[in-house]
């Protein structure tokens, strides 16, 4: 959802962008600032069962996935360095989003079956973006599927927020339960679909 309205938060973040320019700070350095501040977001008041809180933390330090990008096209430094860190750390960013679900169901959630689906929302949203990647070092395309890392990260965040605000655990459950059904189908997705590009590449 944020690739799909990726000019309107470019126009919002700008002016926080020129900003950090001015005073010397790199693209990097707020790619690993951010996925700080969403990883503590996360692990500190999830376990604890302050999920509206954070929200709002891992919210504001997720635009710096936007910020980097936008910083890094101004100053002409765009690397494949910056592009690698900025994908690696996403994965560390939402691994310790569903992680601290996880201690939560654990702890104050007090669910085994939603801590399991926490879980496998982690393990299938690494093998979606692993699938991808390894795919195209392969040399074919796997860009398909229904559940695109940005698409689970907002439904995640929105439907946690509204859990902790209006204090409706049905709310996270219902999300937990279709990113888990999402991300598996888009693992399968991608599967099949380099399953016929090999296909079609070994009968030419």
Do not use: N
């Not at 944020?2 to 001015?22: C, D, G, N, Q, Y």
């Not at 965040?157 to 902790?164: A, D, E, P, Q």
């Amino acid at each position: 959802m944020m690739e799909r309205f990726r000019a309107f938060w470019t126009k919002v973040i700008s002016p926080v962008a020129h900003l950090l320019i001015k005073l010397g700070v790199s693209a990097d350095a707020v790619t690993l600032v951010g996925t700080l501040g969403v990883c503590a977001g996360a692990l500190v008041f999830f376990p604890q069962g302050k999920l509206l809180t954070g929200v709002l933390v891992i919210t504001a330090f997720v635009f710096s996935d936007l910020i980097d990008g936008y910083m890094a096209r101004l100053t002409g430094k765009s690397s494949k360095f910056g592009a690698f860190l900025d994908s690696t750390l996403d994965r560390v960013g939402d691994g310790a989003i569903f992680g601290a679900l996880a201690l939560y169901f654990a702890g104050p959630g007090d669910s085994t079956l939603y801590l399991v689906l926490a879980l496998v929302c982690t393990v299938m949203g690494s093998v979606t973006s692993y699938a991808r990647a390894r795919a195209e070092g392969l040399g074919f395309q796997a860009k398909v599927g229904i559940a695109e890392r940005a698409d689970r990260l907002v439904a995640i965040l929105v439907m946690t927020g509204l859990s902790g605000l209006f204090d409706l655990p049905i709310l996270l459950y219902v999300a937990l339960w279709a990113l888990s059904v999402a991300s598996t189908v888009t693992v399968a997705q991608r599967i099949w679909a380099v399953r016929q590009q090999a296909l079609a590449e070994a009968a030419s």
